[in-house]
């Protein structure tokens, strides 16, 4: 069995100041890892993904995330939050290797960014 | 430009109308993927298409209704739905169906049942 938590609903930051965004993830075996995001009226679009190689995993628009195993935890994080960031971001786990079919998505959380 | 095309991008009906939402991809990908998006809700997934084979079907009610001709196009067939089917409904591919594989999504339809 899997699942995925998200432990923020929302989360508010000023233009220019770091992001951090939670995900703690429950896996029965190695677990492949993502973030995706998604801005109003839009799809869901990949940030970055793990997939057991290097623990910290860069992805697009200046966000990193870094799996750690130990606190089973896969947090996403922005040195310095743009506008153009506010939107939802969903931290996704799945099984490891071919044949599972369904990924486990968290709930989501809505960032905010003042000016 | 997304590599997956939702069609219609909003889409108001009766509970008795009969309609369908369709999706495309254009990236040469072998599986395809139908999800809702309700408010306050996780992703829930409907529907996976492996080469135009259904292998998932995660006790979706009858009256919606999946169809894949061919590795590019999926539909989504609607009838007889109920309010609380109002929702955005996701299609996304992935190169194969399996757990490392990222999945890109359409922009989705939304869905408002009178």
């Known amino acids: 069995a899997q699942s995925v938590t998200q432990l923020d609903s929302h989360v508010s930051v000023s233009e220019g100041t770091p992001v951090l965004l939670r995900c703690n993830y429950s896996s029965s075996y190695s677990p492949s890892l993502f973030w995706y995001v998604q801005h109003p009226n839009k799809g869901l679009q990949l940030l970055l993904k793990?997939?057991?190689?290097?623990?910290l995993v860069k992805g697009i628009n200046g966000f990193e995330a870094e799996f750690k195993k130990s606190e089973t935890s896969f947090h996403l994080t922005k040195p310095s939050a743009h506008m153009s960031d506010a939107a939802e971001y969903f931290c996704?786990?799945?099984?490891?290797?071919?044949?599972?079919?369904?990924?486990?998505f968290g709930s989501g959380t809505r960032l905010q960014v003042q000016p | 430009e997304t590599g997956v095309t939702q069609t219609p991008r909003h889409l108001v009906m009766g509970m008795t109308n009969k309609k369908s939402l369709k999706c495309e991809q254009h990236?040469?990908?072998?599986?395809m993927y139908w999800y809702k998006q309700s408010a306050k809700k996780p992703l829930e997934l409907m529907f996976v298409?492996?080469?135009?084979?259904?292998?998932e079907n995660n006790s979706v009610p009858s009256r919606f209704s999946p169809e894949c001709p061919n590795s590019s196009h999926l539909f989504l067939h609607l009838h007889t739905l109920q309010p609380e089917d109002s929702a955005l409904y996701l299609c996304?591919?992935?190169?194969?169906?399996?757990?490392?594989?990222?999945?890109?999504f359409g922009d989705g339809t939304r869905l408002s049942i009178l």
């Open positions: 793990y997939t057991s190689a290097a623990t």
């Open positions: 298409y492996s080469l135009e084979e259904r292998v």
């Open positions: 996304a591919s992935s190169q194969f169906v399996g757990g490392n594989q990222p999945q890109h």
């Open positions: 990236l040469g990908h072998n599986a």
């Open positions: 996704v786990v799945s099984l490891g290797g071919t044949g599972r079919r369904a990924l486990t």
